[in-house]
């Protein structure tokens, strides 16, 4: 592999410079980021930063990935209860 990647749970993903880490997930057919605070699938939605439906870790701070650019070398994943700081309390 050649070029710009990141690892999304440990699996190499290669991007073009300036994307999103959305866009690039969704070129690699990545297309369900975990699950999100209401037991739905996190994915890709809004495009725009409004929904947080595509909230990851990045490095281990929650983002928005249809609005951070990707960078190499970085470690995204699916956000968890845990990492949100959230206890499932609703
Ligand atoms: S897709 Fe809605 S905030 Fe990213």
């Known amino acids: 592999m ?5 690892f999304w749970c440990g699996e190499t993903v290669s ?5 999103t880490i959305a866009a690039a997930l969704t070129a690699a057919r990545i297309l369900h980021l975990g699950t999100d ?3 739905q699938p ?5 495009g725009i ?6 909230a990851v870790l990045v490095d281990g701070t929650i983002r928005e990935a ?3 650019p990707a960078r190499s070398g970085s470690e995204v994943r ?7 700081g959230g206890n499932d309390a609703r």
């Open 78 to 84: 699916p956000v968890t209860p845990a990492s949100a």
């Open 37 to 39: 605070a209401n037991g």
């Open 66 to 68: 249809c609005l951070t």
């Open 42 to 46: 996190a994915r890709y939605f809004c």
């Open 15 to 19: 991007f073009r410079p300036g994307e």
């Open 49 to 54: 930063g409004a929904c947080q439906a595509c």
């Open 2 to 6: 050649t070029g710009p990647s990141f």
